[in-house]
């Protein structure tokens, strides 16, 4: 009787060979289905109102108000989470030469970003200027911004849980998996919101 | 992390004997012992089997509301149910029958099966399996809870605003349908993942694409269409709620300020149209599995097969529009649904031919699994039939909302996906259960289900044709519809009576059926490879495989896998496309964290219902729940620091993999 010695293979494995690696993949599929649909959603509901965004006005002079979206704070948070992308690479990188002093220092930087963007996304919603309850609109752009700001929440507690591990256990080779999940995830979540953005901010504003 | 200095014994350690291997693994997968340990389990045969039971009690609570309903529509101007309770009864059944029955069975046949045809040990991720059937098993109560308090849903099993709205829907009962949704697509979702993630990664050494059983190709196709598809409802139900909800109320689907009701018909049957397919797929599965091994031979034409699943997949995507013919869609989206809609009948036509020359070309047996497929063949054919028809708008717009509709989705369901899964029942149950179920009562049991079915459901083509609508809950005698309704009412008795007989044979079966042994059908695939029932590690040394019915052909020599763990839950990963051995991964062991998350999204879903509030207390339960549930999975052990690099090469005399198919 043959036999395939499986000891032979080695144990785990670290990037896209490894099975969770594909688990975390169909999540982000599944997830980007559904931001696809809020963006098909969006451009539905906009054909039907002329103008979009729709007026905004108040009862006292100048009556007729800018309804589109202030674009400071949000343009700031664009660049957090770009800039973010940085010290989460490089704490990855870390991770995997099992470097566990350059794991914590960047992902203690990448953590740090990512929660300012948190606080940030609550000054955007301001900056809608309507609140979701308005109208159509109003509720589609809160929904977007609202189920995003989940998934930062989502890969923040997720990357925070791992460095926590890495720092009371030290790093190993299965939470060096870990971190190049919550890595791709992190990279997901900025991915989504450059392709966001302009539909939410800079689209209305241009045509 | 530190390793004890002499390493535990790993499979095939000349220390061991056969019979140590077996205490060594059963010590490991078998669940712990108790109430708590029931509760703990994540092997996935058990979870496959509560999903199954909690299913076809569904089914038969769900069966029961139609027959009420028959009994109501048995003749003119009944009184027996009121209008209320009618339209309670026709949501819940619809919706119950498609969320709480169909999609799960038959993803739960996915999760029993996919693991053992593809020779591993369990799925992908097991907690995450446990997690999805509580949360399914939370969605039903749900629904069936909020029907039992007399405040079910009413507005059809798709919820269409503005009558599903807050306007004309007040009260709470539209909402018990929308978290309904949100728990079973959730559940629905974490199947989806664990199918194609343990196709992908976990085959049996040698399995290759072209090697893959028809089954396993049918349920990752499913996979894949819920991932896509289910998406779209949760989307469409949580607008739904948020707009209904005081305190939210959001204008998704509120005209007055922008929002629009053909929106939500969009979103909901971008999945809904999708579904029916979810539902057919796997039941192409169970059919060219009971095909090949009653015709004793491989199923003609696998790539057609394959490629015919494939496509139906993506076609499947592509006809959502056809439910919405009777509004205002644009004359060219018309002609391309319509053309779409007739398109998607060519994948279907190549299976029911590749299907009858594999039965041309084999020997028969004539097996009650056998004369359920056959039986979905032909019922199968005429829904589709109908099907066609109604692809061309005239005869949809004559159809629209009649009885026809009734008989036509019927046909496809029942006879495209039950009959094939009482066929499935027949089959496998010897494989779950270790006894074969009886043939005699069996055959009976299938003469009581087709006589029944079409009793039942072939008059409604006629009154459908003769104008009677859906979803009232009675017609005057001037209408002259009471002759064939009374038909299909006596129709309805005869078929609960033969769901009664499969229910009853099941049972005697159990515990008095012919003992299977592992192999009573001498069936060419994996699952029949091990014993019946199969032991908590599925298979003592996990097979290798060289052929598309590897029971067939020379099974005996090819080598088995050895040189995995004896003291926590490990499998071999193999690569995606050839199944060439890749490493070795460390399943997590049983936990009670899947059933805690799921009470609590459970507890938040439900409470959402009453009050916004629930959603970010329910997330930060949820978040601690993961918390701990992450630092119980670390407790298994890390990856050894000296594992041999990639491409080691493997024992000599033990390179896989030959050409031949």
């Not at chain 2, 590897?550 to 995606?576: F, Q, R, Y």
Request: charged share 10%.
């Amino acid at each position: 009787m043959k036999h395939i010695d499986a000891s032979l293979v080695p144990s785990g494995a670290l990037d896209h060979r490894g099975v969770i690696w594909w688990g975390n993949l169909l999540l982000l599929v599944i997830e980007t289905t559904m931001f696809a649909l809020l963006v098909a959603v969006y451009l539905y509901l906009r054909q039907n109102t002329e103008p979009w965004p729709p007026p905004r006005v108040q009862g006292g002079p100048p009556f007729v108000l800018d309804p589109n979206p202030s674009l400071l704070i949000p343009t700031i948070n664009l660049f957090v989470l770009l800039v973010a992308l940085v010290p989460t690479y490089l704490a990855d990188k870390a991770a995997h030469n099992l470097d566990w002093a350059g794991t914590l220092k960047w992902d203690a930087l990448s953590l740090g970003l990512g929660w300012v963007a948190v606080v940030l996304r609550f000054f955007e919603f301001e900056a809608l200027h309507f609140t979701w309850d308005e109208n159509a609109y109003a509720s589609i752009v809160w929904m977007i911004l609202g189920v995003h700001l989940a998934h930062i929440l989502v890969v923040l507690i997720e990357e925070g849980n791992t460095a926590v591990w890495v720092w009371r256990r030290g790093i190993d080779k299965k939470h060096a998996l870990d971190m190049r999940v919550s890595t791709i995830y992190y990279y997901w979540v900025v991915g989504t919101w450059v392709l966001l953005y302009p539909l939410v901010y800079l689209l209305p504003r241009v045509i | 992390m530190a390793r004890p200095d002499t390493p535990p014994p790993k499979q095939g350690d000349p220390a061991l004997t056969l019979a140590d291997e077996h205490r060594l693994l059963d010590a490991i997968w078998r669940r712990p012992p108790g109430l708590i340990g029931w509760l703990k389990s994540t092997d996935h045969k058990d979870i496959a089997v509560r999903y199954i039971v909690t299913a076809l009690v569904f089914f038969a609570i769900g069966g029961l509301l139609a027959l009420l309903m028959r009994v109501q529509l048995a003749r003119p101007e009944n009184t027996f149910l009121g209008p209320d309770l009618y339209n309670q009864f026709f949501t819940v059944h619809g919706t119950a029958m498609m969320f709480l029955f169909a999609v799960p069975i038959m993803e739960a046949a996915g999760l029993y099966f996919v693991p053992l045809m593809v020779g591993t040990r369990n799925v992908a991720f097991p907690r995450l399996n446990a997690l999805g059937y509580y949360a399914f098993l939370f969605g039903g109560l749900l629904l069936y809870g909020g029907l039992l308090l007399n405040i079910g849903p009413d507005a059809g099993w798709f919820a269409y605003p503005p009558l599903s709205g807050p306007e004309f829907s007040p009260g709470k009962r539209v909402d018990f349908w929308a978290q309904m949704i949100t728990l079973t697509e959730i559940s629905a979702l974490i199947a989806a993942v664990e199918i194609i993630a343990t196709v992908f990664k976990m085959r049996a050494p040698g399995m290759s694409l072209n090697r893959i059983p028809l089954f396993v190709w049918a349920m990752v196709v499913m996979a894949f269409m819920v991932i896509f598809a289910m998406p779209s409802v949760m989307t469409a139900s949580t607008m739904l709620a948020m707009d209904r909800l005081t305190n939210v109320s959001t204008h998704f689907f509120n005209q007055a300020e922008g929002g629009d009701v053909l929106l939500y018909q969009h979103l909901f049957w971008f999945f809904g149209h999708p579904e029916v397919y979810i539902i057919f797929v796997p039941a192409t599965g169970f059919v060219s599995a009971i095909v090949a091994t009653f015709a004793r031979r491989d199923v003609f034409g696998y790539p057609a097969m394959v490629l015919s699943l494939l496509a139906t997949g993506f076609i499947g995507f592509g006809l959502w529009v056809h439910h919405m013919f009777a509004t205002p869609v644009p004359e060219l989206g018309q002609s391309f649904f319509t053309g779409s809609s007739m398109l998607i009948a060519i994948p279907s036509g190549i299976q029911v031919f590749c299907w009858i020359a594999t039965l041309w070309g084999g020997r028969v047996r004539l097996t009650t699994p056998l004369l359920f497929t056959l039986g979905f063949v032909m019922l199968f054919v005429m829904g589709g039939i109908t099907g066609v028809m109604q692809a061309s708008v005239p005869i949809d717009l004559q159809v629209h909302d009649t009885f026809f509709v009734v008989a036509h989705f019927h046909y496809t369901l029942i006879g495209g996906a039950v009959f094939p899964l009482i066929g499935a029942v027949y089959y496998w149950f010897p494989k779950v259960t270790g006894r074969l179920m009886s043939e005699r009562v069996g055959k009976l049991n299938f003469a009581l289900l087709f006589v029944g079915f079409n009793l039942t459901f072939f008059p409604m083509h006629i009154l459908g044709l003769e104008g009677m609508p859906r979803r009232v809950y009675t017609y005057l005698p001037e209408t002259g519809w009471g002759d064939l309704n009374l038909l299909a009412t006596v129709g309805a008795f005869v078929l609960a009576l033969g769901v009664v007989t499969l229910v009853g044979n099941m049972a005697w079966s159990l515990k008095r059926g012919a003992v299977a042994g592992s192999d009573p059908w001498q069936a060419g695939t994996l699952e029949w490879a091990t014993l019946s029932p199969p032991p908590s590690y599925n298979f003592l040394r996990p097979p290798s495989v060289r052929h598309r019915s590897p029971k067939w052909v020379g099974m005996e020599e090819s080598p088995t896998v050895i040189g995995l763990a004896t003291d926590h839950h490990e499998v071999l990963a193999t690569t995606i496309l050839d199944a060439a051995p890749e490493h070795r991964y460390s399943l997590p062991d049983h936990s009670i964290w899947p059933l805690v998350l799921a009470l609590v999204v459970g507890s938040a879903l439900a409470a959402v219902i009453f009050h916004p509030w629930a959603v970010p207390i329910g997330g930060l339960l949820a978040a601690v729940v993961l918390i701990c549930w992450f630092w119980e999975g670390t407790k298994s052990p890390g990856i050894p620091e000296d594992a041999p690099t990639e491409g080691a090469p493997l024992e000599s005399g033990s390179q896989i993999l030959p050409e031949a198919r």
